[in-house]
Protein backbone atom coordinates (compact mmCIF):
# COMPACT_ATOMS: atom_id res chain seq x y z
CA UNK A 1 0.00 0.00 0.00
CA UNK A 2 1.21 3.40 -1.09
CA UNK A 3 1.67 5.54 1.99
CA UNK A 4 1.34 9.32 1.97
CA UNK A 5 3.30 11.43 -0.70
CA UNK A 6 4.22 14.97 -0.57
CA UNK A 7 6.30 17.69 -2.43
CA UNK A 8 8.56 19.08 -2.60
CA UNK A 9 11.05 17.33 0.82
CA UNK A 10 13.17 20.96 0.38
CA UNK A 11 12.15 24.41 -0.18
CA UNK A 12 13.97 27.46 0.40
CA UNK A 13 12.44 30.60 -0.35
CA UNK A 14 12.47 34.26 0.55
CA UNK A 15 10.46 36.19 2.86
CA UNK A 16 7.21 38.02 0.90
CA UNK A 17 7.33 35.57 -1.83
CA UNK A 18 4.56 32.59 -2.27
CA UNK A 19 5.04 28.81 -1.96
CA UNK A 20 3.34 25.86 -2.20
CA UNK A 21 2.65 22.16 -0.74
CA UNK A 22 1.03 19.40 -2.39
CA UNK A 23 -0.09 15.82 -0.84
CA UNK A 24 -1.30 12.87 -2.12
CA UNK A 25 -3.34 10.43 0.83
CA UNK A 26 -3.14 7.26 0.94
CA UNK A 27 -6.17 6.16 -1.35
CA UNK A 28 -9.71 5.40 0.21
CA UNK A 29 -8.18 7.87 3.29
CA UNK A 30 -11.36 10.56 3.92
CA UNK A 31 -9.56 12.47 6.12
CA UNK A 32 -6.02 14.64 5.38
CA UNK A 33 -4.65 17.11 7.89
CA UNK A 34 -1.73 19.53 7.80
CA UNK A 35 0.10 20.16 10.47
CA UNK A 36 3.41 22.58 10.79
CA UNK A 37 6.46 21.26 12.77
CA UNK A 38 8.87 24.47 13.84
CA UNK A 39 12.22 22.91 15.37
CA UNK A 40 11.98 21.39 18.72
CA UNK A 41 8.43 21.54 18.95
CA UNK A 42 5.60 19.01 18.06
CA UNK A 43 3.35 18.97 15.26
CA UNK A 44 0.59 21.57 15.31
CA UNK A 45 -2.53 20.82 13.24
CA UNK A 46 -3.11 23.94 10.63
CA UNK A 47 -6.20 22.35 8.95
CA UNK A 48 -8.63 19.15 8.90
CA UNK A 49 -10.41 18.26 5.99
CA UNK A 50 -13.42 15.11 5.77
CA UNK A 51 -13.18 14.22 2.27
CA UNK A 52 -13.17 17.90 -0.01
CA UNK A 53 -14.84 19.72 3.74
CA UNK A 54 -12.57 21.56 6.36
CA UNK A 55 -13.75 20.15 9.61
CA UNK A 56 -11.08 22.32 11.59
CA UNK A 57 -9.04 25.39 10.29
CA UNK A 58 -8.49 27.15 14.02
CA UNK A 59 -4.87 27.41 14.14
CA UNK A 60 -4.46 28.44 10.23
CA UNK A 61 -2.99 31.73 10.07
CA UNK A 62 -5.80 32.70 7.09
CA UNK A 63 -4.47 35.85 6.72
CA UNK A 64 -1.67 33.92 4.46
CA UNK A 65 -2.03 30.53 4.40
CA UNK A 66 -5.05 28.42 2.12
CA UNK A 67 -5.75 25.27 1.84
CA UNK A 68 -7.79 23.42 -0.66
CA UNK A 69 -8.85 19.70 -1.31
CA UNK A 70 -11.19 20.11 -4.03
CA UNK A 71 -11.69 16.55 -5.27
CA UNK A 72 -11.44 15.34 -1.73
CA UNK A 73 -8.52 13.56 -2.88
CA UNK A 74 -5.07 15.32 -3.19
CA UNK A 75 -4.57 18.50 -1.13
CA UNK A 76 -1.89 21.35 -1.32
CA UNK A 77 -0.90 24.16 1.53
CA UNK A 78 -0.22 27.94 0.30
CA UNK A 79 1.95 30.39 2.04
CA UNK A 80 1.65 33.99 0.42
CA UNK A 81 3.42 36.12 1.52
CA UNK A 82 6.19 33.89 3.55
CA UNK A 83 7.65 34.88 6.36
CA UNK A 84 10.92 34.12 8.87
CA UNK A 85 8.42 32.31 11.29
CA UNK A 86 7.13 29.92 8.61
CA UNK A 87 10.11 28.00 8.50
CA UNK A 88 9.10 25.01 9.52
CA UNK A 89 8.43 20.77 8.23
CA UNK A 90 5.22 20.84 6.68
CA UNK A 91 3.45 16.97 7.48
CA UNK A 92 0.67 16.04 5.44
CA UNK A 93 -1.43 13.53 7.16
CA UNK A 94 -4.39 10.67 6.45
CA UNK A 95 -6.68 8.51 8.18
CA UNK A 96 -9.48 6.24 6.92
CA UNK A 97 -12.06 8.20 8.68
CA UNK A 98 -11.60 10.98 10.86
CA UNK A 99 -10.31 10.41 14.33
CA UNK A 100 -13.05 9.56 16.30
CA UNK A 101 -11.98 5.96 17.90
CA UNK A 102 -8.40 5.90 18.19
CA UNK A 103 -7.61 6.21 14.10
CA UNK A 104 -4.70 5.87 13.51
CA UNK A 105 -2.98 8.94 11.52
CA UNK A 106 -0.72 8.25 8.78
CA UNK A 107 2.49 10.84 7.77
CA UNK A 108 3.97 11.42 4.62
CA UNK A 109 7.68 12.42 4.76
CA UNK A 110 7.02 16.30 4.85
CA UNK A 111 8.32 19.30 3.33
CA UNK A 112 10.83 21.40 5.24
CA UNK A 113 10.97 24.97 4.24
CA UNK A 114 13.08 27.82 4.81
CA UNK A 115 12.62 31.18 4.65
CA UNK A 116 15.55 33.99 4.43
CA UNK B 1 -9.09 21.27 26.91
CA UNK B 2 -6.54 18.38 26.03
CA UNK B 3 -3.01 18.72 26.97
CA UNK B 4 0.55 16.60 26.53
CA UNK B 5 3.83 17.17 28.56
CA UNK B 6 6.86 15.15 27.74
CA UNK B 7 9.06 15.94 30.61
CA UNK B 8 12.06 15.71 28.87
CA UNK B 9 13.62 17.14 25.86
CA UNK B 10 16.32 14.97 25.36
CA UNK B 11 17.45 11.55 26.97
CA UNK B 12 20.91 10.14 26.73
CA UNK B 13 21.17 6.63 27.18
CA UNK B 14 23.43 3.74 26.36
CA UNK B 15 22.92 0.93 24.08
CA UNK B 16 21.51 -1.89 25.44
CA UNK B 17 20.52 -0.13 28.32
CA UNK B 18 16.48 -0.01 29.21
CA UNK B 19 15.27 3.48 28.39
CA UNK B 20 11.83 5.11 30.16
CA UNK B 21 10.39 8.19 28.25
CA UNK B 22 7.88 10.39 29.76
CA UNK B 23 4.65 11.73 28.87
CA UNK B 24 1.76 13.34 31.25
CA UNK B 25 -1.65 14.33 29.65
CA UNK B 26 -4.88 16.54 30.83
CA UNK B 27 -8.06 15.86 29.38
CA UNK B 28 -11.83 17.11 31.01
CA UNK B 29 -13.30 13.76 28.38
CA UNK B 30 -11.98 9.95 28.00
CA UNK B 31 -9.13 9.77 25.31
CA UNK B 32 -6.98 7.71 23.35
CA UNK B 33 -3.02 7.73 23.81
CA UNK B 34 -0.17 7.49 21.42
CA UNK B 35 3.24 7.21 20.68
CA UNK B 36 4.70 8.09 17.35
CA UNK B 37 8.62 7.81 16.63
CA UNK B 38 10.23 10.60 13.83
CA UNK B 39 13.35 9.49 12.58
CA UNK B 40 15.62 11.88 10.71
CA UNK B 41 13.99 13.59 7.88
CA UNK B 42 11.11 11.09 7.60
CA UNK B 43 7.12 11.96 8.96
CA UNK B 44 5.68 10.39 12.15
CA UNK B 45 5.40 6.50 12.08
CA UNK B 46 3.13 5.20 15.33
CA UNK B 47 4.96 3.11 17.82
CA UNK B 48 1.54 2.16 19.71
CA UNK B 49 -1.05 3.56 20.78
CA UNK B 50 -4.29 2.67 23.80
CA UNK B 51 -7.59 2.94 23.30
CA UNK B 52 -9.21 0.93 25.74
CA UNK B 53 -8.87 -2.78 27.61
CA UNK B 54 -5.40 -3.26 29.09
CA UNK B 55 -3.38 -0.55 30.51
CA UNK B 56 0.03 -2.90 29.19
CA UNK B 57 -0.07 -1.66 25.29
CA UNK B 58 2.91 -3.29 22.80
CA UNK B 59 4.08 -1.69 20.07
CA UNK B 60 6.90 -2.13 17.61
CA UNK B 61 10.35 -2.56 17.68
CA UNK B 62 9.71 -3.74 21.31
CA UNK B 63 8.53 -0.87 22.27
CA UNK B 64 5.81 -0.74 25.16
CA UNK B 65 3.88 1.63 27.29
CA UNK B 66 1.28 1.92 30.42
CA UNK B 67 -1.75 3.57 30.98
CA UNK B 68 -1.78 4.91 34.16
CA UNK B 69 -5.30 6.75 34.71
CA UNK B 70 -4.77 7.99 37.97
CA UNK B 71 -1.35 9.71 37.47
CA UNK B 72 -2.35 10.88 34.05
CA UNK B 73 0.57 9.16 32.33
CA UNK B 74 1.49 6.99 29.36
CA UNK B 75 5.61 6.18 29.69
CA UNK B 76 7.00 4.55 27.09
CA UNK B 77 9.58 1.99 27.81
CA UNK B 78 12.05 -0.50 25.79
CA UNK B 79 14.16 -3.03 27.79
CA UNK B 80 17.29 -2.51 25.54
CA UNK B 81 17.64 -0.20 23.31
CA UNK B 82 19.52 -0.26 19.65
CA UNK B 83 21.23 2.07 18.14
CA UNK B 84 18.72 2.23 15.19
CA UNK B 85 16.07 3.56 17.94
CA UNK B 86 18.25 6.95 17.63
CA UNK B 87 14.90 9.30 16.94
CA UNK B 88 12.29 11.51 18.15
CA UNK B 89 9.61 10.06 19.92
CA UNK B 90 6.36 12.30 20.15
CA UNK B 91 3.52 11.16 22.85
CA UNK B 92 0.15 12.50 21.61
CA UNK B 93 -3.42 12.06 23.22
CA UNK B 94 -6.89 12.46 21.00
CA UNK B 95 -10.42 12.34 21.38
CA UNK B 96 -12.89 12.03 18.80
CA UNK B 97 -11.83 15.16 16.71
CA UNK B 98 -8.41 16.04 16.86
CA UNK B 99 -4.89 15.07 17.70
CA UNK B 100 -2.66 16.78 20.15
CA UNK B 101 1.35 16.19 20.37
CA UNK B 102 3.77 16.91 23.04
CA UNK B 103 6.83 18.52 22.20
CA UNK B 104 8.91 15.63 21.63
CA UNK B 105 11.96 13.69 23.61
CA UNK B 106 15.01 12.85 21.54
CA UNK B 107 16.81 9.84 22.13
CA UNK B 108 20.41 9.62 22.06
CA UNK B 109 21.83 5.87 21.84
CA UNK B 110 25.76 6.27 23.42
CA UNK B 111 27.94 3.79 22.52
Known amino acids: EAGVAQSPRYKIIEKRQSVAFWCNPISGHATLYWYQQILGQGPKLLIQ????????DSQLPKDRFSAERLKGVDSTLKIQPAKLEDSAVYLC????FGLGGGTEAFFGQGTRLTVV | AQSVTQLDSQVPVFEEAPVELRCNYSSSVSVYLFWYVQYPNQGLQLLLK??????LVKGINGFEAEFNKSQTSFHLRKPSVHISDTAEYFCAVSDDDKIIFGKGTRLHILP
Open chain 1, 93 to 96: ASSL
Open chain 1, 49 to 56: FQNNGVVD
Open chain 2, 50 to 55: YLSGST
